[in-house]
């Protein structure tokens, strides 16, 4: 084959969009691209409910049709615009394509919709022109990595009804060993702690949109303990085997003066809400805290960092996937991890970015899942391409959830044993 006839076998040659149904039943976008040569990739986008202010935007239409939720306008766009253009454009250079169409930071233009599901679909149709798995592709020849799994235990805030404040409490895994072991270890906690909670007489039957379990407790203290124990019934030992961490979603307990804790009845300012979690560290075994404060509040941050050291800080909203506020928080020692949703920022590229920026500042990377999520397991293959510390979909029930672990479970299956665990 000539040289002439590879470059034009990876050119696209034809982008297709459709309207689909998230895991909350909230239309998405789906999109396939096709290369000149054959090779074709898909993918379906997710949908958040917990979002932050510096968030690329979701384009919905607005109007009568699927009550306003609708992506009819963004599904249009890629057919009758990004479609054309990209017609002859090696796939490869599908994400700066997109950058220059839109080079605000919050894609005002194309929207998430569009965005991601082009350029999610242009990445796995390379990797299929290349026989090679997406994660291969993303590594660029470094070796596999799988990351721990963070699993949803109890959940609560936007994703629960308000069951609890703090919007997940999960399990981490420490001394697994293998993915498929840790897989089975925070099974079993979850499991436990259903059990548990249906002995003190709880509902369990119903969970929330991560998998988790919407538990009306007293306090966010009691989700902790209840975690804790449930690690212990497992027969596993809190703290050494597996550890809590937790997503507090500042930004939804903020209501413009004060955090309200409604389950508690109580409202705190950022020392208070931070003493408040200086006391689960010193009580529970919580390794690990998200967006512990609101995602205006950098000074909060920093005040948290230093007293919550020894403990890793992740920040979601605070960063939003965005290379220049991780550089703003290593600038100002705020934070040590970063949360990847790849449609914060819409376009992989800029995500990838914000993984090599967190690297080089010596963050840890936490790749996240969507509380509206898909079938679509893309998000798993990025986790190890990216060679994530940590991945964070939900829990151990739900399609859209078990469908990243299978995906990554199928990954250590296939790629043992030139494959490293991360913990
Ligand atoms: P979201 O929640 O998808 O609703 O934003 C996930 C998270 O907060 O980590
Ligand atoms: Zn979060």
Known sequence: MSETSIGADDAVATVRAWEALDSRGTPTLGCSVVLAGGAAGRAIVPSGASTGSHDARERRDGGQSWDGLGVAGAVRVVIEEIGPALAGVPAR??????????????????????????????????????????????????????????????????????????????????????????????????????????RRGLVTTLVADEGGLGLQLPSNAAALGLVTEAIEAAGLEPGHDAALAVDVAANQLWDGSSYRLAAESRRLDAA???????????????????????????????EATRRLRGTQLVGDDLFSTAADRVAEAARRGVGTSVLIKPNQRGILSRAAETVATARRLGYQVVVSARSGDTEDHWLADLAVGWRADQIKVGSTTRSERTAKWNRLLEIEASCAPDLRFVT
Do not use: C
Request: aromatic fraction near 6%.
């Open 272 to 302: 208070g809400l931070i003493d408040e979690l200086a006391g689960w560290v010193a009580k529970y075994p919580v390794v690990s805290i998200e967006d512990p404060l609101h995602d205006q509040d950098w000074d909060g941050w920093a």
């Open 93 to 198: 250079e599908v994400d700066a394509v997109l950058e220059s169409w839109d080079p605000s930071t919050d894609l005002a233009e194309l929207g998430v919709h569009a965005a991601l599901g082009v350029s999610v679909a242009a990445h796995r149709a390379r990797a299929r022109a290349a026989g090679v798995p997406l994660y291969e592709l993303l590594a660029g020849g470094l070796p596999h990595r799988l990351p721990t799994p963070m699993v949803n235990v109890v959940s609560g805030g936007a994703h629960a009804g308000g069951a609890v404040d703090i919007q997940d409490v999960l399990v981490m895994p420490l001394r697994a060993g293998s993915f498929r072991t840790a897989i089975e270890w925070a099974w079993r906690v979850r499991r436990q702690a259903a059990a548990l909670a249906e």
